[in-house]
């Protein structure tokens, strides 16, 4: 089984300032990993994902993550945050090999100050 | 990208009947589907997987006569709450998966009174 800490429950942040959502996780076998944003009232919208290859992956809104096996981390950044990032931030992992059931973090809320 | 839909997005009943959602795949087939609930500030919890054609897989904890899901089609999972209670007021999300990606449906809040 596979597990996901999000140690940060709240990240209050200036904008244009940068930001690092910090996620760890557990597996003892090979995982795929996942952001996800979500708004109030809505479902999850993927950020970026690490499926294989390059260790740094690039998402969608000027997201990117780092893939560290070693440190068994995968910690989302932005080097200039906007209002609009101000979301809940979820991390995600599954055994990978696809269709396999996925397992969230309790979530970080990136809070951007004006 | 794929796109999966959930019907209705907001569903307010009183304590004691059912309620039922629909979750659609509406541009490919999804044999299997997610069921997750979410309780307010709190992360995704699976509730069950639903299989095109077979019983659905609920996790533990999760009352499988209390959560009825039902893969009729490749394109369409429903999950109805029967005898619906406070207690079971959340916000539940279905997905399907499409090549490696877990696709999310925008989600229903459900109000038991």
């Known amino acids: 089984a596979q597990s996901v800490t999000q140690l940060d429950s709240q990240v209050p942040v200036f904008e244009e300032a940068p930001v690092e959502l910090r996620c760890n996780y557990s597996s003892s076998v090979s995982v795929y990993l996942f952001w996800y944003v979500q708004y109030p009232n809505q479902g999850l919208q993927l950020l970026l994902k690490y499926l294989s290859g390059s260790t740094l992956v690039k998402g969608i809104n000027g997201f990117e993550a780092e893939f560290n096996k070693s440190q068994t981390s995968f910690h989302l950044r932005k080097p200039s945050v906007h209002i609009s990032d101000t979301a809940e931030y979820f991390c995600a992992v599954t055994a990978s090999g696809g269709y396999q059931k996925v397992t969230f973090g309790t979530g970080t809320k990136l809070q951007v100050i004006p | 990208g794929a796109v999966v839909s959930q019907h209705p997005s907001r569903v307010i009943c009183k304590s004691g009947t059912s309620v039922k959602i629909e979750c659609r795949s509406l541009d490919f087939q999804a044999t299997t589907m997610f069921w997750y609930r979410q309780f307010p500030k709190q992360s995704l919890m699976l509730m069950a997987t639903?299989?095109?054609?077979?019983?659905?897989?609920?996790e533990q904890g999760v009352e499988k006569d209390k959560f009825l899901i039902n893969h009729a089609s490749l394109t369409l999972s429903t999950l109805t709450v029967t005898s619906a209670h406070p207690e079971d007021s959340s916000f539940y999300i279905c997905?399907?998966?499409?090549?490696?990606?877990?696709?999310f449906g925008p989600g229903t809040r459900l109000t038991v009174l």
């Open positions: 639903s299989n095109e054609g077979s019983k659905a897989t609920y």
């Open positions: 997905s399907a998966f499409l090549a490696n990606e877990q696709f």
